[in-house]
């Protein structure tokens, strides 16, 4: 099945990563065992078919949304880089389909959250689709885009910097003044934020270690 979905029709493409998504779902065992996929999971996201492309981002996002290991595994194999690559299309059509959006945001989150981090490097190219992101409408995409910029900023003093460098702050400061109209993920995840970079800002300003906040993420499921 997973040699031949690459070439396969679009139909079966669409089969084989539903079944796959179902399979990721499972236990971490489960997960483990299509991890082999990944290489092709990941070209398939950026797929012109719709409904396949997003199919190929659920997966993805049940995998590094199941454990540290398994989400380095999604960004060795170069998943990030598609799912970027879909926020920058999605940017540019005016109809898009808001749950492709939410999916690819979803799955971006769920590669930058977990302990240990996973390196800045690996994680940094998805700065600028989030920053683009930020400014939607839609409540769900805020809530996980904010989610996943709240994981990548905390930790050293270099993360911080690279959220800041990617010029979300004004954004941020913004929606806290508007975050009664966001569901409360979302208020969370710009909390969660906004004491990253305070706690980053009084560190510095004591010369002092950064204290890492730690927060987690314990709303967001591993599966859908």
């Known amino acids: 099945m997973v040699e031949r979905m690459s070439t396969a029709p679009t139909a079966i493409q669409f089969d084989a990563l539903w079944a796959i998504t179902n399979i990721a779902s499972g236990t971490s065992d489960q997960t483990a065992q299509v991890v082999p996929a990944l290489p092709i999971i990941a070209r398939l996201i950026r797929s012109p078919n719709q409904e396949v492309s997003e199919q190929a981002v659920w997966a993805v996002g049940n995998i590094a949304g199941d454990s540290t290991a398994l989400r380095d595994s999604v960004l060795e194999a170069g998943a990030l880089v ?29 590669c930058c959250r977990g302990k240990p981090q996973p390196p800045l490097e690996l994680v940094r190219p ?8 930020i400014w939607e409408a839609d409540a769900e995409v805020v809530a996980d885009a904010c989610w996943a910029l709240s994981y990548l900023s905390d930790g050293p003093d270099e993360r911080l910097q690279a959220v800041i460098d990617a010029g979300v702050l004004t954004q941020v400061v913004r929606f806290l003044g508007l975050s ?3 569901p409360i993920a979302a208020r969370v995840a710009l909390i969660s934020m906004l004491r990253a ?9 004591r010369g002092g270690e950064r204290r890492h906040s730690g927060a987690a993420h314990g709303g967001q499921p591993c599966d859908r």
């Open 126 to 133: 998805a700065l600028p689709g989030l920053a683009k992101v």
């Open 180 to 182: 009664l109209l966001f």
């Open 197 to 205: 970079y305070l706690a980053g800002a009084a560190a510095g300003a």
């Open 82 to 110: 598609s799912l970027v690559g879909i926020l920058d299309q999605l940017a540019l059509k005016a109809k898009q389909k808001i749950s492709l959006l939410r999916n690819a945001v979803w799955t971006i989150s769920n």
